[in-house]
């Protein structure tokens, strides 16, 4: 048995070498954990099958016309009117969308905005220009008053 156990200045360890001993220690064992994790078959499948989409309802017409250059196309539908002094409100559908209250100046979309409401249409600014949108005529509709419509 060695009894006699001396170390000489030179082979002591130093903090340089314990140091670049536990480097050496936390990347053999880094290795050897992310080999055997990424080694193990998964348990659940990567992604969710896709769907076809509906035919005919792909999107791709919205999309061409939200890239192409100019204005979008604009599809305003009036479900009332209501104006007076330089004031009003119109209550559009814009774009087969529920049927929402606009003030004059208001915008409806990022290219259109209601610029005004005379006696027989809707003024919208759509792309720098002013388009005229008639309103629709009312059974027994003479431009006066208040006037009672009967619903569905």
């Known amino acids: 048995m060695i009894t006699n ?3 000489d ?4 360890p130093t903090w340089p070498g314990v140091v670049r001993l536990a480097g050496a220690v936390a990347l053999v064992s880094g290795l050897a954990w992310w080999g055997w994790r990424l080694a193990e078959p998964l348990s659940q499948p990567l992604a969710a099958p896709v769907t076809a989409p509906a035919r005919g309802d792909n999107g791709a017409a919205s999309v061409a016309a939200w890239l192409s250059p100019g204005p979008a196309k604009l599809d ?3 479900a009332g ?6 004031r009003g409100v ?3 559908s814009i774009d087969g969308g529920p049927p929402q209250a606009y003030a004059i100046g208001d915008r409806l979309t990022r290219s259109a905005r209601l610029a005004g409401i005379d006696a027989s249409a809707l003024i ?5 220009r002013q388009v005229r949108l008639p309103l629709p005529a009312q059974a027994g509709d003479d431009g006066e008053g208040i006037k ?4 569905p």
Do not use: K
């Open 81 to 86: 009117v209501l104006a007076g002094d330089g």
């Open 5 to 7: 156990l001396r170390f």
């Open 90 to 92: 119109a209550v559009l």
């Open 148 to 151: 009672w419509v009967s619903t």
């Open 76 to 78: 305003v539908r009036v």
């Open 9 to 12: 200045r030179a082979t002591r």
């Open 124 to 128: 919208v600014e759509h792309g720098g």
